[in-house]
């Protein structure tokens, strides 16, 4: 995204407590409205007063919670395959996203001899990591933390991300709570879920949930993508 970026303003990314290069710290320190505040946290020490909030997945749950609670911090937002209403009744995911969830959250009790092997564990079918899209390939790497004994393993916190899917099912914002955002809100989503020919994450019943709650100025769907390539593939 920097790399095409051609606002006027600066531009800035961070990792959420429990993942990448930030803290890791005990259970019951996570959760949507922890991750705001600390987006906040980081907004003060580089004196931001409002800004544009862009979140992928998790993060555009993450970026909602600010809105609701710091709305006269946010101008607007830009969901990027996430932030879709809690349900309130019972409901089944699909395989497709069960498969999907399974596959992310497995990695993180895993060691991997090489990071190569790592990107064989998103993509099987590749001997070298030339293979795979250049950007997707810094992510991957990014992912990983070298142990004591030479192998790799995945940075995340497995307490956090259990705790965060935890509390966005039980917490997170239904429609009603959605429409409490009052800024305008940019949605962008991927043709396919976790694997290509997948079903999607924002199915056509989420996105009009949305619609229906938020200030929607725009959705684009971004063709031949799934929820991960969406990220990298600027055409």
Same mark, same amino acid.
């Given at each position: 995204i920097s790399r095409h970026y051609k606002g006027k303003g600066g531009l800035l990314?961070?990792?959420?407590r429990g993942r990448g290069r930030s803290g890791k710290p005990k259970a019951g320190s996570y959760g949507m409205k922890q991750h705001a505040a600390d987006v906040i946290r980081v907004m003060d020490h580089f004196h931001i007063a409002r800004a544009v909030l862009a979140g992928h997945s998790m993060g555009a749950f993450v970026v909602e919670q600010v809105a609701l609670d710091y709305p006269e911090r946010v101008t607007s937002l830009v969901l990027l395959? =996430? =932030?879709?209403?809690?349900?309130?009744?019972?409901t089944e995911l699909s395989e497709d996203v069960q498969a999907g969830l399974k596959r992310a959250f497995g990695r993180l009790a895993m060691t991997f001899e090489t990071p190569l092997h790592y990107m064989q564990y998103?993509?099987?079918?590749?001997?070298? /990591? /030339?293979?795979?899209?250049?950007d997707y390939a810094e992510m991957l790497r990014y992912d990983l933390e070298e142990t004591s004994e030479g192998t790799f393993r995945p940075r995340p916190? =497995? /307490?956090a991300c259990m705790e965060d899917a935890q509390w966005l099912g039980t917490c997170g914002p239904c429609a009603q709570g959605l429409a409490l955002v009052k800024c305008p809100v940019w949605i962008v989503h991927a043709s396919s879920g976790f694997i290509d020919g997948s079903v999607p994450l924002l199915e056509e019943s989420a996105l009009e949930t949305l619609k229906a709650s938020l200030d929607v100025r725009g959705i684009l769907q971004l063709p031949s993508s799934n929820h991960y390539t969406m990220l990298f593939d600027p055409h």
């Open positions: 990314a961070l990792d959420l395959d =996430g =932030g879709w209403a809690r349900a309130t009744t019972e998103w993509f099987p079918h590749i001997t070298h /990591e /030339e293979e795979i899209d250049r916190h =497995g /307490e």
